[in-house]
């Protein structure tokens, strides 16, 4: 969204070629940057650890009490399968919000901004980095414990990759999320309380803990009105399912909620550059 | 009663400091009671569809997350630097607490003060008033269980954090480590047997923190009463242990800062 004119060639194709050139740099580079630290990306992976190993006993005991071979449409297996898949998503997340308020409020980013390339490139090419790496880890963390604890469910190639590339699209609906509430520090003090609702309340309607499928009708309804059940439910619950049935349901409001939440922060970036002012120093 | 003055100086200090910036305090309290009561909603959705698992209910796990909310909460509001202590310990800072006369494990974990405790703390006992119906002495109880709950916190902080002096860096481990016993402490006791149960009474302290509080508010039991307290002097000793033990091995960070 910075100028590149100059940089990238003519016309809006080869603006759209630069900035894929600088998101690749600076995603190859942190890249290197997590393998070089991957005993870190490993340690977060104990955290994972329990909470699949809490979620499976919690989950096991219910199957038991209820007396029950499918809940929801879920064996207990599917259900065990679907939070790794939800839990692979959600503790991939980068939680970038806190250096975009940081360089906010120091004043850094009068510096990012300058920079050749773009400030919010620079940030996509590092976030998808860390996220990929962190998302691969996390699934074979979760999937080991899970084929340890209730075996192998079968999963269909098609719905796998289709599944696979539903949460691409959803980590991008993320970034663009966060890098919104990230620049809500041009107006409020301090964003992290704001990121920390909007995981939250990601998590839960977003049918991370329990699958959309067995909530209450009313919050059920609601939460599939949402984007965060495309994001985090939807891909777990196509990779389980057997066909492609409601693809195309998934893919339209993810795209949709993308859409609209691009033009949004979109907008409220050309607003808050506007009011980036250099203090010297 | 020096030291209760020493520390109620500190506190005071450290919430006139976080008052300083009221929105920033008021943000941070407002979005971990958010926080908490997501896992509320969490629960109400699950107990909806199941209204029982293994004998558990909805209002027992409330009773569960506002011990533990009230007790970290506490934890974190009083004693805050039991929780950042590794990074401290890294970046050699301890110099500063060693060369006063007061006993430097307290002034190192009541030196700050981390402001969304008292949104836990707040949401801890909004629900245990509004959601589980005490008796005036169930909440002298709650009152009492919770500060012996939020003791062991913090010496299970001070413990993880010590790790520090011999592993160098430790920050996220002992972060790890505290989540974890979060994690077990927040989900009903009765999904847990064997050698994790034994885990969860000795390593990983969640059986202190919340499984037998819990069980106290439910029904007052003087042997357990006397597991809890033998488990938390337990806790202190091995923190204060672990903390001077590694202190011989602590080197200085050379670091010249000033303290305003």
């Known amino acids: ?281 | 009663m020096n030291v209760v003055r020493f520390t109620g100086a500190y506190v005071w200090a450290n919430l006139r400091i976080a008052l300083a910036y009221r929105a920033a305090f008021f943000s941070a309290v407002l979005g971990m009671v958010i926080n908490d009561a997501i896992w509320v909603v969490f629960w109400w959705l699950f107990f909806t569809r199941f209204p029982s698992v293994d004998g558990y209910g909805f209002r027992d796990i409330v009773i569960v997350w506002s011990i533990c909310a009230t007790a970290f909460g506490l934890a974190v509001g009083l004693a805050g630097g039991a929780f950042t202590l590794a990074s401290r310990i890294a970046r050699g800072e301890l110099d500063f607490y060693l060369v006063l006369p007061k006993p430097v494990i307290l002034h190192l974990v009541v030196s700050r003060m981390d402001t969304s405790g008292w949104g836990d703390a707040l949401f801890g006992v909004a629900v245990f008033a509004f959601l589980a119906s005490p008796t005036p002495m169930d909440a002298v109880a709650f009152v009492g269980l919770s500060l012996i709950a939020a003791t062991i916190f913090v010496s299970y902080a001070i413990a993880v954090n010590s790790l520090a002096f011999w592993t160098g860096r430790a920050e996220t481990l002992s972060d790890q480590l505290i989540f974890g016993l979060i994690t077990f402490a927040t989900y009903p006791e009765k999904l847990f047997t064997g050698a994790v149960k034994v885990v969860l009474y000795t390593v990983v302290p969640a059986g202190f923190v919340a499984y037998i509080p819990v069980s106290l508010l439910h029904e007052w039991d003087r042997g357990w009463a006397l597991v809890l307290l033998v488990g938390t002097i337990g806790s202190i000793s091995v923190a204060v242990t672990t903390f001077t033990v590694g202190l011989r091995r602590y080197q200085s960070g050379n670091l010249t800062a000033m303290r305003a």
């Open chain 1, 1 to 281: 969204m910075t100028s590149v004119r100059g940089h990238g060639g003519r016309g809006v194709v080869g603006i759209a070629a630069y900035r894929m050139r600088v998101i690749q740099a600076y995603f190859v580079v942190h890249l290197r940057d997590q393998m070089a630290y991957l005993g870190e990306v490993a340690l977060g992976g104990i955290i994972l650890a329990v909470f699949l190993f809490v979620l499976t006993q919690l989950w096991q005991a219910t199957f038991r009490f209820q007396g029950a071979d499918t809940l929801g449409g879920y064996t207990l297996a599917q259900v065990i399968w679907y939070l790794v898949l939800t839990e692979a998503f959600i503790t991939s997340r980068v939680a970038f919000a806190r250096k975009i308020d940081t360089d906010v409020r120091t004043g850094d980013l009068a510096y990012a901004l300058v920079r050749p390339g773009g400030y919010v490139s620079a940030h996509f090419g590092a976030y998808l980095a860390e996220r990929l790496v962190r998302f691969a880890f996390a699934l074979l963390v979760g999937g080991v414990l899970a084929l340890l604890s209730v075996g192998p469910v079968p999963v269909g190639p098609v719905p796998l990759l289709v599944g696979l590339a539903a949460s691409l699209v959803a980590m991008l609906l993320d970034f663009v999320m966060v890098l919104g509430i990230g620049l809500g520090a041009f107006w409020i003090e301090d964003t992290s309380s704001i990121y920390l609702i909007y995981t939250r309340v990601s998590m839960i309607l977003g049918g991370l803990l329990i699958p959309i499928d067995l909530f209450p009708d009313t919050v059920g309804a609601i939460a599939r009105a949402l984007p965060f059940a495309a994001m985090i439910h939807g891909p777990a619950r196509l990779v389980l399912s057997s066909g492609l049935a409601d693809v195309s349901g998934l893919f339209t409001m993810l795209g949709g909620s993308l859409a609209l939440a691009g033009g949004l922060v979109w907008w409220e970036y050309g607003v808050a550059r506007r009011r980036v002012t250099a203090q010297g120093g």
